[in-house]
C-alpha cells in the first residue's frame, strides 16, 4: 500500500488577521473531512504549518527561531496581511515578509512551494502614527506583490474563507497534477440547469457591476481596489461558468472578458493562451484587463505540463510583444517577465 501523502500548508501573517489564520486552520480540517470521505484510498491529508505548533521557545532573535525550526520544505505557502506588516527583522521589514522572501527563494530552485498572498480590504479606522508607518509598509509591499501577480483581495475578514478556499483547492489539484478539464463536459460532469442559469447571472452582474464602476468612478486608486474586488468574486464564480468561457471571451462587455480570464486564471488551458495574449493589445484592452491577461498567462507557465511549453512559449511571445507597445503601464511588463524567468526554469530550451 502506498505510503499517506501529507501537503503542508504554511501560513505567513501579522497578528492583526488571527480570525483569517483560525479560519484558514478550520478550511484545513474541513477538506481533510471531505477527503476522507470521499477518497480514503488516496490517503491524502493536509496540515497547517505556523509558528503556534511548529515551533518553541529558544536562544535568537524570535523570527530565527521561526525559520530555524520551521524550514522552507513546505508545499503550499499562504500570506495574510491588513494593515499591519509586522515585526521587522534584520533582513526583511518584517518576519511575514522575510518569510515571504524565503518561499520565494525556494521556489526558483522548484515548483514548491505554491505561493498566495491575500490582503484584506476591511476599511481601516483612524491610525495611529506607528500604524501609520505599518500601514504605509503592506502599501509598499502589496506593490511589490501585484506586479508578480501573486496578490488576492477580498472584502472583509469574515468573508476570507470564500476566498481562499478557491486558491487553495486549485493549489492543491495542481500539485496532484491532475488533469485540468477547461469545461464542465469535459469531465462529464453535469451541472443542473437551474443552478448554471444562477451561476451565469452571478458571473453577469459581477460583469456589468465592473462596466459600471470604470465608467462612473474616477481613475484612481479606490476604483482599483474595487475593480480588484469584483475580479477575486469572479475567482470564486469561475469554477461554475467553465461552459460558458466562449460566449464570455467574445463579448463586446470588458466585464465579461474579465469573467473569462478569471476562469483562465483559475483553470489554464492550453487553447486559450493565444486569446490572452491579444488582451495586451492597448487597442483591444484597457491596463486593468489586460494586467489580469498576463496575471493569467503567468498562471499557465506555472501550472500547464511540459508538454504545452511550446505554445506556452508562442503565448508569452506575442503578449510581450505586444505589451511594449503600450508606453507607461510596466505592471503588465512586469507579471510577463516573471512568466518568462518561470518559463525558462521550467522548459528550458524547449520550445
Given at each position: 500500500m502506498d505510503e499517506p501523502r501529507v501537503l503542508r500548508v504554511f501560513v505567513a501573517s501579522p497578528n492583526d488577521v488571527a480570525e483569517e489564520r483560525e479560519t484558514l486552520a478550520k478550511l484545513l480540517a474541513e477538506i481533510n473531512d471531505v477527503l476522507a470521505y470521499l477518497a480514503p484510498e488516496e490517503r491524502l491529508s493536509l496540515e497547517l504549518v505556523r509558528y503556534e505548533t511548529?515551533?518553541?521557545?529558544?536562544?535568537?532573535?524570535?523570527?530565527?527561531?521561526?525559520?530555524r525550526e520551521i524550514p522552507v520544505d513546505y508545499d503550499i505557502f499562504v500570506g495574510i496581511m491588513w494593515?499591519?506588516?509586522?515585526?521587522p527583522t534584520s533582513t526583511a521589514p518584517s518576519g511575514t515578509i522575510e518569510e515571504f522572501n524565503r518561499a520565494c527563494e525556494r521556489r526558483k530552485q522548484g515548483s514548491l512551494p505554491r505561493i498566495m498572498f491575500y490582503f484584506c480590504d476591511e476599511p481601516i479606522p483612524?491610525?495611529?502614527?506607528?500604524?501609520?508607518?505599518q500601514l504605509a509598509e503592506v502599501v509598499k509591499f502589496r506593490s511589490q506583490l501585484a506586479?508578480?501577480?501573486?496578490?488576492?483581495?477580498?472584502?472583509?475578514?469574515?468573508?476570507?474563507?470564500?476566498?481562499?478556499?478557491?486558491?487553495?483547492?486549485?493549489?492543491?489539484?495542481?500539485?496532484?497534477r491532475e488533469p485540468?478539464?477547461?469545461?464542465?463536459?469535459?469531465?462529464?460532469?453535469t451541472v443542473p440547469a437551474s443552478l448554471d442559469a444562477l451561476s451565469r447571472d452571478a458571473a453577469v452582474l459581477l460583469a456589468n457591476e465592473?462596466?459600471?464602476?470604470?465608467?462612473?468612478?474616477?481613475?484612481?486608486d479606490e476604483r482599483t481596489r474595487r475593480m480588484e474586488q469584483l475580479f477575486s468574486r469572479m475567482k470564486v464564480e469561475a469554477p461554475k461558468v467553465q461552459d460558458r468561457l466562449?460566449?464570455?471571451?467574445?463579448?463586446?462587455?470588458?466585464?465579461?472578458?474579465?469573467?473569462?480570464?478569471?476562469?483562465?486564471?483559475?483553470?489554464?488551458?492550453?487553447k486559450h493562451l493565444d486569446w490572452l495574449a491579444s488582451r495586451m493589445d492597448p487597442e483591444q484592452e484597457k491596463p486593468f484587463v489586460a494586467?489580469?491577461?498576463?496575471?493569467?498567462?503567468?498562471?499557465?507557465?506555472?501550472?500547464?505540463?511540459?508538454?504545452?511549453?511550446?505554445?506556452?512559449?508562442?503565448?508569452l511571445s506575442k503578449a510581450m510583444e505586444l505589451a511594449l507597445r503600450l508606453k507607461g503601464d510596466p505592471d503588465r511588463i512586469t507579471v510577463l517577465r516573471h512568466a518568462q524567468e518561470e518559463f525558462e526554469r521550467k522548459c528550458g530550451e524547449v520550445r
Open positions: 511548529h515551533s518553541y521557545p529558544d536562544i535568537g532573535a524570535p523570527q530565527e527561531v521561526i525559520n494593515k499591519h506588516a509586522g515585526t483612524l491610525p495611529t502614527a506607528t500604524e501609520l508607518q506586479s508578480q501577480g501573486l496578490t488576492v483581495s477580498y472584502p472583509s475578514h469574515s468573508e476570507f474563507g470564500n476566498h481562499v478556499r478557491g486558491g487553495l483547492l486549485r493549489a492543491i489539484r495542481d500539485i496532484l485540468v478539464a477547461s469545461t464542465a463536459s469535459s469531465t462529464g460532469a465592473y462596466d459600471q464602476t470604470r465608467l462612473n468612478m474616477r481613475a484612481g466562449s460566449s464570455f471571451q467574445q463579448s463586446n462587455s470588458a466585464g465579461e472578458r474579465l469573467v473569462a480570464i478569471a476562469v483562465l486564471t483559475m483553470f489554464p488551458d492550453p494586467y489580469h491577461a498576463a496575471v493569467a498567462l503567468l498562471e499557465a507557465v506555472t501550472n500547464l505540463p511540459t508538454k504545452h511549453c511550446t505554445t506556452v512559449h508562442a503565448g
